[in-house]
T-cell receptor, first 114, second 115 residues
Framework: GAGVSQSPSNKVTEKGKDVELRCDPISGHTALYWYRQRLGQGLEFLIYFQGNSAPDKSGLPSDRFSAERTGESVSTLTIQRTQQEDSAVYLC????????????FGSGTRLTVV | AQSVTQLDSQVPVFEEAPVELRCNYSSSVSVYLFWYVQYPNQGLQLLLKYLSGSTLVKGINGFEAEFNKSQTSFHLRKPSVHISDTAEYFCAVSAPSGGSYIPTFGRGTSLIVHP
């Protein structure tokens, strides 16, 4: 597609439930990144995929968080047993290889845990 | 690992005045530098980037930034701001050659343009 697409745009869930967030990167972009942005805060790196290499999971805050990506296509970020502190906007970005062309962001998924 | 410091969390300015948003980085290897803008309830949009070559980089919406290697800075400037420039601005650094491809973002600077 023309841009990075994220769905849903908004998600309200009850504490303890699992949620799945989806990111559809720009076709041909080998690299994909997930970030978390809490209200009034900067971007917190979560996970990075590059082609078929093993993902860099160093930013995942706990084992409740996981992400998958098949090849260079769609990625899903899963949060299990959601907590109120998980409430944030989850942003996905993609780039060609090492990012020299810049990183294109989706509009994000606003997650609210009640 | 690289890091980014945005020195001002908030910058108020009057319309048509000049503005500078400050960004300093640290890295032991060569870097790519970026400025992104985030309008309310939207994703991040690339304003400009520095990869190599000329240290003065021009971007969209009349913004420009200057890479200063000795001061490890990449400050964003605009000679005359508009109300519509009110937004959050993020500086980012990546180090694809010998460092990390993963961009590290600053905490953001909120630019508030008053009429």
């Amino acid at each position: 597609g023309a841009g990075v697409s994220q769905s849903p745009s908004n998600k309200v869930t009850e504490k303890g439930k699992d949620v799945e967030l989806r990111c559809d990167p720009i076709s041909g972009h080998t690299a994909l990144y997930w970030y978390r942005q809490r209200l009034g805060q900067g971007l917190e790196f979560l996970i990075y995929f590059q082609g078929n290499s093993a993902p860099d999971k160093s930013g995942l805050p706990s084992d409740r968080f996981s992400a998958e990506r098949t090849g260079e296509s769609v990625s899903t970020l899963t949060i299990q047993r959601t907590q109120q502190e998980d409430s944030a906007v989850y942003l996905c970005a993609s780039s060609k290889n090492e990012g020299g062309y810049g990183y294109t962001f989706g509009s994000g998924t606003r997650l609210t845990v009640v | 690992a690289q890091s980014v410091t945005q020195l001002d969390s908030q910058v108020p300015v009057f319309e048509e005045a000049p503005v500078e948003l400050r960004c300093n980085y640290s890295s032991s290897v060569s870097v790519y530098l970026f400025w992104y803008v985030q309008y309310p309830n939207q994703g991040l949009q690339l304003l400009l980037k520095y990869l190599s070559g000329s240290t003065l980089v021009k971007g969209i919406n009349g913004f420009e930034a200057e890479f200063n290697k000795s001061q490890t800075s990449f400050h964003l400037r605009k000679p005359s701001v508009h109300i519509s420039d009110t937004a959050e601005y993020f500086c980012a650094v990546s180090a694809p050659s010998g460092g990390s491809y993963i961009p590290t973002f600053g905490r953001g600077t909120s630019l508030i343009v008053h009429p």
